[in-house]
């Protein structure tokens, strides 16, 4: 069995979450608050949470990649995995369509238990 599906699985959601919050939380109130202001130093200090999500999402392409070699897809849904990190929230709807997908034409891939 492999632990690549789960490890997919992880990364996918953790880049989600560190992208959602980079883009949808840190750089609106590090650009849109009022100079000075609380919310703009919170924004500024939290922006270094892009750097986290640039090491995590080298790890999820990595990942990504070696499980588009072990299932065979397509190489656009392929690109469209791997690219899917890079605009907010559209990863968690991909880590859906993979997992569909990879039960029902990988099945040996899914852990049991």
Same mark, same amino acid.
């Given at each position: 069995?492999?632990?690549?599906?789960?490890?997919?699985?992880?990364?996918?959601?953790?880049?989600?979450?560190?992208?959602?919050?980079?883009?949808?939380?840190a750089?609106?109130?590090?650009?849109?608050?009022?100079?000075?202001?609380?919310?703009?130093?919170?924004g500024?200090?939290?922006?270094?949470?892009?750097?986290?999500?640039?090491?995590?999402f /080298?790890?999820?392409?990595?990942?990504s990649?070696?499980?588009?070699?072990?299932?065979?897809?397509?190489?656009?849904?392929?690109?469209?995995?791997?690219?899917?990190?890079? /605009?907010?929230?559209?990863?968690?709807?991909?880590?859906?369509?993979?997992?569909?997908?990879?039960?029902?034409?990988?099945?040996e891939?899914?852990?049991?238990?």
């Open positions: 069995m492999s632990k690549l599906f789960p490890a997919y699985r992880v990364l996918a959601i953790l880049v989600g979450i560190l992208l959602a919050f980079c883009s949808l939380v750089m609106p109130l590090k650009y849109l608050a009022s100079d000075g202001s609380g919310l703009q130093h919170f500024d200090q939290a922006s270094i949470m892009w750097v986290a999500h640039g090491w995590v /080298i790890v999820y392409v990595a990942v990649f070696l499980l588009w070699r072990q299932t065979r897809w397509s190489l656009p849904f392929a690109i469209l995995v791997l690219l899917s990190g890079l /605009i907010p929230l559209v990863i968690f709807y991909v880590e859906r369509v993979v997992t569909r997908r990879i039960r029902a034409e990988h099945p891939l899914v852990p049991t238990g």
